[in-house]
């Protein structure tokens, strides 16, 4: 996958925090990435494809300090939230 797959992604869907270390998990980080690739129909790649994009640009994703952003960030968050039924 051309890297600038990965560099859209970060770019629209996470911000840098404050705090670092506090940001998001590695399950975080795929959904979030799954949720971004539905939206733009772009193809979705393995989670080892993302953390290596991560590693490329210096993030880890053990110990960041990415928040969500966007409209990947609200499919994400309906998604991952619990029936209230």
């Known amino acids: 996958m051309p890297a600038n797959h990965f560099e859209e992604f970060l770019a629209e869907a996470v911000v840098p925090d404050r705090e670092p270390g506090l940001g998001l998990g ?50 994400y968050i309906v998604a991952s939230a619990p029936p209230l039924v």
């Open 26 to 75: 590695r399950d975080e980080l795929y959904g979030l990435y799954t949720s971004w690739c539905l939206i733009h129909k772009a193809q979705l790649q393995s989670p080892d494809a993302l953390w290596d994009a991560l590693a490329e640009h210096g993030i880890n994703p053990d110990s960041n300090n990415l928040s969500m952003t966007g409209p990947a960030a609200a499919d």
